[in-house]
T-cell receptor, first 111, second 111 residues
Framework: EPEVTQTPSHQVTQMGQEVILRCVPI?????FYWYRQILGQKVEFLVS????????KSEIFDDQFSVERPDGSNFTLKIRSTKLEDSAMYFC?????????FGPGTRLTVT | EDQVTQSPEALRLQEGESSSLNCSYT??????LFWYRQDPGKGPEFLFT???AGEEKEKERLKATLTKKESFLHITAPKPEDSATYLC????????????FGRGTSLIVHP
């Protein structure tokens, strides 16, 4: 059964550094998403991507964040200058209109 | 503002002891109600989407039901491997495809 994959599984970075989180969505899916989950908190929507462009983004997704689908299979989330409060699990999801399948997540630790 | 409230926050059951988890939602028209299972340190695993009041879906020991204000996840004769956090999310009708997640119910099933 196809799955969403994410790399790395854990990323430790220093405050102010740039990080790129990578995702390989399920191949026949058209919608792609990034979510984050701070430890002990709700899953929070960041951004959705459809037809090679951002379709929606939350207020969390500010100018520090960007997404790309560089080669038709990978889907990346870039955080330009990380802050301590960016420490969280970041989940990629792909799907159809009313179903989303999540990847295993990247644990980002900003020190 | 769209809201999703799950109860109880935590539930401990003995193996074989059936119970139900509740998800109350307040959204401006429901497009879909999702249930996920999340194991510690992992991404949410899609279980069900429900679309209209009266709808029911089943998978193994799990059955999800939907009314106009809430959804229930019934667990029949649970096993220790059913231990996880169960998340629900509501998607409102309209132009947005951003789901609102609840905080989840942490289920522990003792052998």
């Amino acid at each position: 059964e196809p799955e969403v994959t994410q790399t790395p599984s854990h990323q430790v970075t220093q405050m102010g550094q740039e990080v790129i989180l990578r995702c390989v969505p399920i191949s026949n899916h058209l919608y792609f998403y990034w979510y984050r989950q701070i430890l002990g908190q709700k899953v929070e929507f960041l951004v959705s991507f459809y037809n090679n462009e951002i379709s929606e983004k939350s207020e969390i997704f500010d100018d520090q964040f960007s997404v790309e689908r560089p080669d038709g299979s990978n889907f990346t989330l870039k955080i330009r200058s990380t802050k301590l409060e960016d420490s969280a699990m970041y989940f990629c999801a792909s799907g159809r209109e009313n179903e989303q399948y999540f990847g295993p997540g990247t644990r980002l630790t900003v020190t | 503002e769209d809201q999703v409230t799950q109860s109880p926050e935590a539930l401990r059951l003995q193996e074989g002891e059936s119970s139900s988890l509740n998800c109350s939602y307040t959204v401006s028209g429901l497009r879909g109600l999702f249930w996920y299972r999340q194991d510690p340190g992992k991404g949410p695993e899609f279980l069900f989407t429900l679309y209209s009041a009266g709808e029911e879906k089943e998978k193994e020991r799990l059955k999800a039901t939907l009314t106009k204000k809430e959804s229930f996840l019934h667990i029949t004769a649970p096993k220790p491997e059913d231990s996880a956090t169960y998340l629900c999310a509501a998607l409102a009708s309209g132009g947005s495809y951003i789901p609102t997640f609840g905080r989840g119910t942490s289920l522990i099933v003792h052998p």
